[in-house]
């Protein structure tokens, strides 16, 4: 899925290192533990549906792959990336294990190249689509249920998922939307690339995977995408006040 397995590996254990050791420096940190339990569920809806829509929009365009691996399913556990998942935990954004596809299958009324972008933007989009479904029930739970939520633990506990939830699938898919390797938004640009810069993008792939660490190791990945996750957010939340009177 990467195109070279050792460079995959190696980042992974980069990534992995660094993740236990933000770990173990913040696991008595109490407030977080409790962000993290309430953001859960949000997270494996994220990744699931993510990856699901990966699969399912490749064995639309009549590639079977996903399906004969058994990942056209909402089980969670078909999807999780174990660092993907942390990282969704812990910083907000992050990425499932990837869904392996065979572009040779796809119906040829279109190119292979426009194939693998609609796959590649089907996971992000159906992030979005979650994130104003979930904004949806937050201010109907608001508007109908207002006593449940500030007054009971289990409403006040229930608000907070759902809130999280909008927020942990806005801030996957704006960050797969990055057009770096290994995420989605590097295989969305290619259609639109010139030839010789496609070319070199594909040759020199393995400098992207080292920006993309440098911007993670850094924190520049999170300043990078926080004004789009910001902005889709309070567009969301507007609308939501709209449509509920609130």
């Known amino acids: 899925m990467f195109g070279f397995s050792f460079d995959r590996r190696t980042i992974n254990i980069i990534i992995g290192v660094l993740l236990g050791v933000t770990i173990l ?17 949000g997270v494996l809806i994220a990744i699931t549906f993510h990856e699901y829509a990966h699969g399912l929009a490749a ?23 174990p660092i993907g998942t942390l990282m969704l ?23 292979m190249e426009k194939g693998e972008a609609i796959v590649s933007v089907a996971g992000p989009a159906i992030n979005i689509i979650l994130a104003f479904v979930f904004t949806l029930i937050y201010f109907a739970l608001r508007k109908f249920a207002y006593v449940f939520i500030t007054t009971s633990t289990i409403g ?8 999280a939830a909008v927020s942990i699938n806005i801030g996957l898919g704006v960050f797969n939307l990055l057009p770096l390797p290994p995420l989605d938004g590097s295989k969305i640009i290619k259609p639109f690339l010139p030839y010789k810069a496609k070319e070199w993008f594909e040759n020199n792939e393995q400098i992207f995977y080292l920006v993309f660490i440098i911007l993670w ?30």
């Open 25 to 41: 420096r913040l696991i008595s940190n109490t407030d977080l533990l409790i962000s993290i339990l309430v953001s859960a569920p």
């Open 89 to 111: 935990l812990i910083a907000g954004f992050g990425w499932g294990k990837p869904v392996h596809v065979n572009p040779t299958n796809y119906t040829r009324k279109i190119s």
């Open 217 to 246: 190791i850094s924190g520049l990945a999170g300043d990078i995408i926080t004004p789009a996750i910001g902005w889709i957010t309070n567009s969301f939340l507007d609308i939501g006040r709209l449509i509920f009177g609130i």
């Open 59 to 81: 064995y639309k365009l009549g590639d079977n792959t996903a399906k004969d691996e058994g990942r056209l399913s909402l089980n969670p556990v078909d999807h999780l990336d």
């Open 156 to 163: 006040s506990i229930l608000i907070n998922i759902i809130g």
